[in-house]
């Protein structure tokens, strides 16, 4: 059997979505090939975390490395015709300028994707933007969706209508989260919050008279209680490589509202409230149509379900054992 090795990133607290990708569809991969794992030592981006990581993934043994995703530069220690890397989104283009946006262009896409045999993205607004920003050939990018997540289950609630439960996923700038605080004020429900929340937005939450709650550091099955503890998804974000909590929210069976923008859009399909993530008024007009719409509501639920049998993970692994068969 063919020897594939996924390498990693350095496990990140709150940051697990690449894992949980890799580890849905590992086990239907080990139908058809030798799966290994390597995992990086070190999660800062200095010149010594970079070599470390560098060294240390070029010990691994395989027919086949695929960097998993973030430490894109670690394909520069395999052998070109051997390597497939994953991108799952290019948002560190967009939060830096100068300089700095230069190095991380060369060392996270351009010479990365330069040296690759293939690249892999979950998206076909990530592959627009790999394309941009490191000029490759629009044939070596292929776009696989995540899976649909395993640690999800579908509990039946009764809608809390006096005072809905919305879940909020992800507390960095592109969430929008300090949209939402505005969005909310005067309605009556309860924010979950899931993430670290930063100073700044924590006094504007206390300040804003919107009742919340937040937990952070879950392990997944502690998140997917949270999905079937809410009555809402709320997921306005202004920047995302996929949108994982989309499908994560439907699959449990709760309204989800999420981006009109891609990739969420396509994502969602017609299971979701969409609104523009920059208009407070178009953000708080789609919770109170969820909220006050029963109809409404359970249409949502339907074609939520409906759409996520797209990302079934035995789908998706058999998209990525097709890449490692291009590789002789």
């Not at 989104?89 to 967009?94: I, K, N, P, R, S």
Request: proline fraction near 5%.
């Amino acid at each position: 059997m063919k020897k594939i090795c996924l390498v990693y990133r350095r496990p990140v607290k709150e940051f697990f979505s690449i894992e949980k990708v890799f580890s849905i569809v590992k086990n239907d991969l080990r139908k058809k090939f030798t799966i290994s794992e390597a995992v990086v030592p070190n999660n800062r981006v200095t010149v010594i975390g970079i070599l470390q990581n560098m060294i240390y993934a070029s010990r691994s043994k395989a027919d086949v490395y695929h960097i998993t995703g973030d430490i894109h530069y670690v394909a520069l220690a395999f052998p070109s015709r051997k390597t497939i890397l994953t991108i799952h989104d290019c948002v560190f283009l967009y939060r830096y300028n100068g300089l700095k946006k230069i190095l991380l262009r060369y060392l996270f896409l351009k010479w990365p994707v330069t040296h690759s045999f293939l690249i892999t993205t979950i998206s076909e607004a990530t592959k627009k933007d790999i394309i941009k920003y490191s000029g490759c050939p629009s044939e070596k990018v292929i776009v696989i969706p995540n899976p649909l997540p395993g640690h999800i289950r579908y509990t039946a609630r009764t809608f809390r209508q006096n005072s809905p439960v919305l879940l909020f996923i992800g507390t960095t700038e592109n969430k929008n989260l300090l949209r939402v605080i505005d969005a909310l004020k005067g309605i009556i429900c309860i924010l979950h919050i899931i993430g670290v929340i930063p100073d700044d937005k924590r006094i504007l939450l206390q300040n804003s008279g919107i009742e919340w709650e937040n937990s952070f550091f879950l392990d997944e099955d502690q998140l997917g209680e949270k999905y079937c503890e809410a009555d809402i998804i709320l997921f306005p974000s202004l920047f995302e490589g996929f949108g994982l909590p989309i499908l994560e929210g439907q699959k449990a069976g709760r309204p989800v509202i999420t981006s009109d923008l891609e990739p969420m859009k396509n994502v969602a399909g017609t299971g979701a409230c969409l609104v523009d993530p920059t208009s407070i008024p178009s953000i708080r007009q789609g919770i109170l149509k969820v909220m006050e719409d029963a109809n409404y509501r359970s249409e949502l639920v339907r074609k939520g379900f409906d759409n996520i049998t797209r990302f079934s993970p035995e789908s998706i692994g058999e998209k990525y054992a097709a890449v490692y068969e291009q590789i002789k």
